[in-house]
């Protein structure tokens, strides 16, 4: 008589969202949402795009079929350069704010206000799974 699988270990506990945020950062973000209705976070880790999160309304950048959604935060999807998951793949990354101008393109976390990434290294199967490619567009 065979033997059901055992389920792998670990495999029955909640596993940790790799996307966090404080409550400055999610209060920034429903203020962006009234505004521009959706907004997402793409953190590309290069040296002349910088390497805070970059937040833009939605449909101001194209998500590419090899970038990685590491998770969501209020309601906002944080997508990740792949050249960058060997670095982030193990990692939780919280967002919060700081003063300061924001870089390049991305929204303000408010006036004179940005976001920032915070990070903890964990084992990636204590994190929840990874997303690959573009988001499903809703039909109009």
Partial sequence: MASAASPPAGADRPR???VRATPAALAAIARLRAEHEDVLFYLSGGCCDGSLPMCFADG???VGDLD???GSVGGCPL???PRQLAVWQD???TLDVADGEPE???LPAGPGQHFVAQSRVCPSDELTPLLRGPRPRPAA
């Fill in 91 to 93: 990692t939780q990354v």
């Fill in 16 to 18: 940790a969202d790799r």
């Fill in 68 to 70: 990685v959604e590491l």
């Fill in 60 to 62: 101001d950048l194209v």
């Fill in 104 to 106: 390049g393109f991305s």
């Fill in 79 to 81: 997508f990740l350069d």
